[in-house]
């Protein structure tokens, strides 16, 4: 223990001894801790320790008994839309563009506004938390209802200030986005759950002027840009005929490639652009299940991890996946690796769980704070129950929480050391922030007005 460590929490802090059968702490990968205790002062982790000498060490701890549970860190949910889950099963079975443009773009500009925003966001995040997501990465309109659900549910979100050159009832024009996004950033900068990111929606709706203006913000103010990129082969195509180039390559020209680009999906790379992702220090946010579903193809994850791009999962939006379940996603994720490569060995457990964790942090520029269960990083704690008789017998931890268990073994989620969901055996999920009665009033509403519209 660093006695040189001060909790930011003010006053003295209540000590915490989270005691577990088992603890993962994601770093060194593959690493796991027999009858371990994670103490937990204030906001962050003050001490991992066998749990014997927990209890001597920290006597006045007050006690949380998971003798049946595995400790990871929370989750990071690196690419979604949180207020489609509003629009969840809307259009399936649809190609993307057709999707997009036949049916989500009018949907959209029907119904998207600031309450429709806070109120699908906040459903987003409940059923987030409840499988053990504690950051996720957001791109869609209205950025302060984003913020504003993300706080209430008690979860740390990444807000992508969403650009694009047509009009929404959110904005009018790309400059009206920036002015906006950047507004909404300035009024809520200082919360330690939130941060920014400029998200350019993608190269086919984003003018290399806006592009422009966008690299210059992202370098006077320190942020990351988030984009679609080589999600389809149209959009490859499309590129080619209008600009003469292919996504990357016009990216690359413009300036944007470096440490601080995470791309979504990445599905249609060459071997020289991924080589170009790697020397740039760019990032993937992988979706396996959107990519599959909206038939988008299968990216070339083994590739690029050979070639040293930090990878990472998302699940995309509930509209386009109609799940926000990162266990899924780390499991789809192993396993179309090992079958696209051909290679069984291709992103082991331990680094599906490393492409939900502490890849995600990294490619965020968080990975100091989060990401990983460490001395001095926050708090960002859950609980798996291994104890159910589909999870019989347990040979390896890892291996387990990639490849066996679900969102449904989820107990504990911490944020930042306090408590935000539980799900006791046999009970019904309780969140800290968030009433199911105002979830369900919230979906009725919705669902009857979309009905209606696709009527």
């Known amino acids: 223990m660093n006695q040189n460590f001060k909790s930011r929490s003010a006053g003295q802090p209540a000590l915490h001894s989270l005691e577990a059968r088992w603890v993962v702490p994601g770093l060194p990968l593959g690493k796991v801790m027999e009858h371990h205790s994670v103490i937990v002062e204030g906001q962050r982790i003050l001490d991992i320790l066998p749990t014997e000498q927990a209890r001597e060490r920290y006597p006045s701890a007050q006690t949380v008994l998971l003798d049946e549970h595995v400790l990871i860190p929370g989750l990071i949910n690196l690419h979604t839309h949180a207020a489609m889950s509003l629009m969840r099963g809307l259009a399936d079975d649809l190609p993307l563009m057709q999707w997009l443009q036949d049916h989500i773009w009018p949907a959209e500009k029907r119904f998207i506004s600031e309450r429709f925003v806070r109120q699908g966001t906040l459903l987003g995040c409940a059923e987030m938390l409840a499988g053990g997501t504690t950051c996720f990465n957001d791109m869609y309109f209205f950025p302060q209802a984003v913020a504003g659900a993300a706080v209430q549910a008690g979860m740390r979100a990444n807000i992508g200030l969403v650009v694009m050159e047509f009009p929404t009832s959110y904005a009018h024009d790309a400059e009206d986005y920036l002015q906006k996004g950047l507004q909404a950033r300035d009024d809520w900068r200082d919360s330690e759950l939130l941060s920014a990111s400029l998200a350019p929606h993608a190269p086919y709706t984003v003018s290399d002027s806006t592009f422009g203006n966008i690299l210059t913000y992202a370098e006077q103010l320190g942020l990351n840009i988030h984009t679609h990129l080589h999600e389809t082969e149209a959009e490859i195509e499309d590129s080619i005929k209008q600009y003469g180039v292919r996504p990357l390559q016009r990216l690359e020209a413009l300036g944007l490639l470096g440490p601080n680009l995470v791309a979504a999906h990445g599905v249609h790379l060459s071997e020289a652009e991924i080589i170009s992702l790697a020397a740039h220090g760019c990032h993937i946010a992988h979706c396996p ?25 998302g699940t995309d939006g509930a509209a386009s996946n109609n799940r926000q379940d990162m266990f899924a996603e780390m499991r789809l994720a192993a396993l179309l690796a090992k079958g696209a490569s051909k290679d069984a060995a291709s992103v082991p457990a331990a680094e599906a769980l490393a492409m939900a964790t502490i890849n995600a942090a990294r490619a965020l520029g968080q990975e100091a704070d989060l990401g990983s269960l460490e001395y001095g990083k926050y708090a960002d704690v859950v609980a798996v129950n291994l104890a159910s008789i589909e999870l019989e017998p347990c040979f390896n931890v890892v291996s387990h929480l990639v490849y066996s268990a679900g969102r449904e073994h989820v107990s504990h989620v911490w944020v930042a050391g306090e408590l935000k969901y539980q799900k006791l055996q046999g009970q019904a999920g309780v969140y800290a922030n968030i009433e199911p009665a105002e979830l369900k009033e919230i979906s009725t509403e919705w669902q009857a007005q979309l009905n209606q519209y696709l009527a």
């Open 289 to 313: 299940a959107s990519n599959l579903k909206l038939a988008s193809g299968i990216a070339h994850v083994d590739a690029l991890l050979k070639k040293g791009v930090n990878v990472a999962i």
